[in-house]
T-cell receptor, first 117, second 112 residues
């Protein structure tokens, strides 16, 4: 199956600082990447859809100025949580879809557990 | 809005069979996915259905009825390691960005 690598796996940061999370497709070109957030004992909530070379599309209620997404190449998308606060502590997960590959969006990165203190 | 329902929790005995149901009402349908997620980990892909019928993959099978907006995941010969959350997700049409919308997940506890 398609391989998606996410880094870091976990991060602890101070309130007010910014954190960058990377999502890479290792064996295919990802034209679209999806960023999710998951709070404890809840399901995955889509935050935004990132298309290579264009601006990300954010879901309703997600602040685009707080969650900056960059998809500059066909193998890398980044999510930057700016001015992080304790309520941003969550499990962030990406998934990637390749061109004309129906099943590649079925594969997720390992996830990043963010703790803001 | 999109609505995907699945039971919150199920308990079963090792070696038994468990069926996790998922019903959906979405604005568009372009496939249904089942994922397994262990605590603290990312989801892993189990199955994909886009046409009606049963897809079998080892101990896991998934069924879809598009006319009824219904799917189930069948886990056979349960093992302790199958204790996890199982997520049902519907992919919307391309016009909606081919996004996945997830159900709340079903926590399955396998007891000895």
């Amino acid at each position: 199956g398609a391989v998606v690598s996410q880094h870091p796996s976990w991060v602890i940061c101070k309130s007010g600082t910014s954190v960058k999370i990377e999502c890479r497709s290792l064996d295919f070109q990802a034209t679209t990447m999806f960023w999710y957030r998951q709070f404890p004992k809840q399901s995955l909530m889509l935050m935004a859809t990132s298309n290579e070379g264009s601006k990300a599309t954010y879901e309703q209620g997600v602040e685009k100025d707080k969650f900056l997404i960059n998809h500059a190449s066909l193998t890398l998308s980044t999510l930057t949580v700016t001015s992080a606060h304790p309520e941003d502590s969550s499990f962030y997960i990406c998934s990637a879809r390749g061109r004309d590959r129906v099943d590649t969006e079925a594969f997720f990165g390992q996830g990043t557990r963010l703790t803001v203190v | 809005g999109q609505n995907i329902d699945q039971p919150t929790e199920m308990t079963a005995t090792e070696g038994a069979i468990v069926q996790i149901n998922c019903t959906y009402q979405t604005s568009g349908f372009n496939g249904l996915f089942w994922y397994q997620q262990h605590a603290g980990e990312a989801p892993t892909f189990l199955s994909y259905n886009v046409l009606d019928g049963l897809e079998e993959k080892g101990r896991f099978s998934s069924f879809l009825s598009r006319s009824k907006g219904y799917s189930y995941l069948l886990l056979k010969e349960l093992q302790m390691k199958d204790s996890a959350s199982y997520l049902c997700a519907v992919r919307l049409f391309k016009a909606a960005g081919n996004k996945l919308t997830f159900g709340g997940g079903t926590r399955v506890l396998v007891k000895p």
